[in-house]
């Protein structure tokens, strides 16, 4: 009899064998980097002093929503390049934040070992409720209950294999 997790691997050796290339086989990706990953804030102020404060991701700009007049777009630099930014919509109720599927399940950002466990303080100091998974991933909602994890593993790696 198969079991349930048999047929899932089998299915992910499928599409491995299928798609995944060696490394050195591999075309250049067509994209440069991940522009920015945009969440929405029900306070501005709120969602600075938990990312910046908190976090220690510098807020790098707060600017007019080009799309909601009295919206606005702001900014937190989360290293190499990469921004995590927010949208706030006064004056309409976008209700609370919903893990659903087909939508964002999480963000990981990859952080320094070092400062992965001054973080991990960071958020128990803060009240901030929090998961510590194989001592590399801590997971945490934001003020307004999107999923995030702090991760210490190395970009393109997880959990020690190579991914990229």
Known sequence: MTSTSDVHEAERARIRSAHLRPAGERPAS???GLHHTALVSADVERT????QDVLGFPLTELIENRDYPGSSHFFFDIGNGNLL???D?????????AEVLGGL????ISVEPER???LVGRLTDAGVEHAVHSDVS????????????????PLGEMYGQHVL
């Open 30 to 32: 067509t994209a440069r």
């Open 105 to 108: 399940h999480h963000i990981a």
């Open 89 to 97: 919509f006064p004056g309409l109720d976008v209700g609370p934040y």
């Open 116 to 118: 992965w466990e001054e």
């Open 48 to 51: 600075v002093r938990f990312y």
């Open 138 to 153: 801590v997971y945490f909602r934001d003020p307004d209950g999107a999923r995030i994890e702090l991760i210490s593993d």
């Open 85 to 87: 930014a927010f949208f």
